[in-house]
């Protein structure tokens, strides 16, 4: 059991329903109470469909050109989460019943969350409450509960349990307006249209307010009892649909209820109605009043378990980093959509932080773990890029580009969400990030037939967007004006060093992927359909080897930007602990006017493209930038984890790691209860196989560094490469890599060249 709470503190609601929320990368329902949220307490109430949103109007006083109008907003759907308890007419809940024992549990292995509940009726008598959640990995379409509630006194007299579950429709998505990170205004974005009682299952069909898309949900209850032992009604009600399940029992019997809701969308689905109803068709079929176990628990739990073989790590010497890493991985696993239309928003399908925008995180924090756990997901991800490219390829020139894509900084169908462009649009280098996940696909699978029929096309169009935005100087140099690093407190500047080198990366990819695909014969489609021009590939390598790559002689590390060491430097010391994040606190263009960085970014790019820059230089710049980033970002920590690692600094290391890996169980950024920190997730599984491993991916091939912290007897996890499973085991001894399936591969182990399985 990864996580268990007991009790319950009202004040932590809104965090459980993030902590305890179950999602498939399809849907996401957060960890509500069923029976509805006591008054006046913080709820944030909210199923998702990963990708179905709603558009809303981007105001400006003074709206300039380029800037966008509209923006997308992941919605909060029909709330499937309600069914109310009455025994004897009395109804169940936390605020006024008096409740004995309460406990929640998340169990990663299986795939489930669980309630347990023990409340003692006005009459004395001792009711257990048993709830079983999943968004079933099976059937990405349905959420299923199991409600089990009976009397514990064996002698009791006959009792009525009456069960009522809903459909609502009159939802609203969360707002705060002192928060940026959340929606400021609160808003209606589904609307019923439809709502229909049909064989016992209720049927419902909502639209947007202003996307047009359309939303079917069907809901059934099948009760574990004789049809002659129970009352079923169902009815249409003004905001959706319900069902009253009433049985009357002796002794400790008492309800069991299995209850179905499929949802089906419009983005994927032609008829959306017709395909709910299928899929619950489908479900009911599996439905079996003798099983021990729900068939459909079982088969979502089967594809859990094979998904943990391929993924295990394992750390021997400490169990509870141990459970927080697997509770990490296991929600990494739930946020990803693998339909080629979704990614993986920056809160995942856990709440509304964001808007569910998808941003760099996936590519670069996220990607990498699917990338040797479940290299089918990790295409769906550049799938998702590919297919958003025209989109990149508008944005370019809406940002005055003639040619080449330019991916925006924040989005949920392909275009531009961020009306805020210094710290949004400017952030060119998620173009890079994007060009960089397909150059990582293509090292770690070898898999040309994708790459010729998606990858060549991204790597080149993109490759086209730096040809664009930068320019040769007096110096001879390749310099790229106006753009923002990763570090949101130092925005439009030239020459970031994460940018540049993301470009490079980028230029001599498209290169590379471009001559290994002529020589097969399969680029001949692509060069037709962009219009292609071997002499681009010229432009390319120059631009590329005459990169301008900021570096300061005196201090001997590379500067973040061309003015950024001209700075005065940010007391971090003496500013008062209540003034971070400093974002919500200070002006923007004060926090400019500093070095100060907010996160990793010249120390993720030495993460990143390590190759040519010496390792005293990558030192000093490590411990310079040290000094002055406050990790606003949960995205930061994990990344100077894994280049303390990288130094030999093995106890930083851990130190990061520990707080990396408890950000979303510790709520050390205080905003968890809008969803989980994603790309957090991602980094706490690099630290321990990119940092504490030292696995680097590159044209060379699979590479390792192995370190231990002090405090671990050992670590081990798995991962695949080029179609084999491979297992990595570090202990005081040393470490070894085994082949567990698949054929011999190379790799390198502090640079030696290995080959593993022969």
Known sequence: MELMKTGFNPDELALEETLFHVANGYLGVRGSLEEGCPEGVQTIRGCYVNGFYDTVDLHYPERLYGFPEKAQRLINLPDVQTMRLFVDGEEFNMQNSEILEHTRELDSRSGTAKRKIKWRTSKGIDVSIYIIRIASFARPELFYTEYLAFNDDFNAPIMEFELVSEINCNVFNFSDDNDPRVASEKIQHIFLDNAEIVDDVGMVQCSTGASDLKLALCQYLHVHQDDDKYKRVNKVTANGVETRITIKTKGDRGLLVERLVTISDSRRQEDPRTHAWQVMEDSIDMLDNKAVESQLQEEHSDLLWDFWVGAEIQIDGDRDLQKSLTFNMFQLLQSAGRDGITSVASKGLSGEGYEGHYFWDTEIYVFPFFLYTQPETAKSLLQFRYNTLDGARQHAVIMGHKSGALYPWRTISGSECSSFFPAGSAQYHLTGDVAHAFM?????????????????????????????????????????????????????????????????????????????????????????????????????????????????????????????????????????????????????????????????????????????????????????????????????GCIFGIMASRLGLTQKAYEYFTESVRCDLDNTHGNTKDGLHVANLGGS??????????????????????????????????????????????????????????????????????RVGE
């Open 685 to 754: 599984w690099m630290a321990v196989v990119c940092g504490f491993a030292g696995l680097r991916l590159s044209k060379k091939g699979l590479s390792f560094r192995f370190s231990l912290p002090e405090k671990w007897r050992g670590y081990s996890f798995r991962l695949q490469y080029r179609g084999s499973l491979l297992q990595v085991n570090i202990n005081k001894q040393g470490g070894d890599i085994k082949l567990m399936k698949g054929n011999p591969v190379t790799v390198f182990v502090d640079g030696v060249e290995l």
């Open 440 to 636: 990582q696909y293509y090292y770690a699978t070898d898999d040309v037939t994708y790459m010729s029929e998606s990858g060549l096309e991204v790597l080149l169009e993109t490759a086209r967007l730096w040809i664009e935005a930068g320019n040769y100087g007096s110096d001879g140099k390749f310099h790229i004006h106006s753009v923002t690093g990763p570090d949101e407190y130092t925005c439009c500047v030239s020459d970031n060093y994460y940018t540049n080198r993301t470009a490079q990366h980028n230029l001599l990819g498209a290169v590379e992927v471009y001559s290994r695909l002529k020589e097969a014969a399969l680029h001949t489609t692509t060069v037709a359909k962009i219009n292609f021009n071997e002499a681009e590939l010229e432009a390319f390598t120059q631009a590329a080897e005459a990169m301008y790559l900021p570096y300061c002689e005196e201090l001997g590390i590379h500067a973040q930007d061309s003015t950024f060491l001209d700075k005065p430097i940010w007391d971090l010391a003496t500013t008062p602990k209540e003034k971070f994040p400093l974002l919500l606190h200070y002006h923007p263009l004060y926090l400019y006017r500093y070095q100060v960085c907010k996160q990793a970014d010249t120390v993720l790019a030495h993460f990143l493209f390590e190759d040519g820059v010496p390792e005293d230089v990558m030192r000093r710049t490590y411990m310079y930038y040290d000094k002055i980033t406050t990790h606003d970002s949960s995205l930061s």
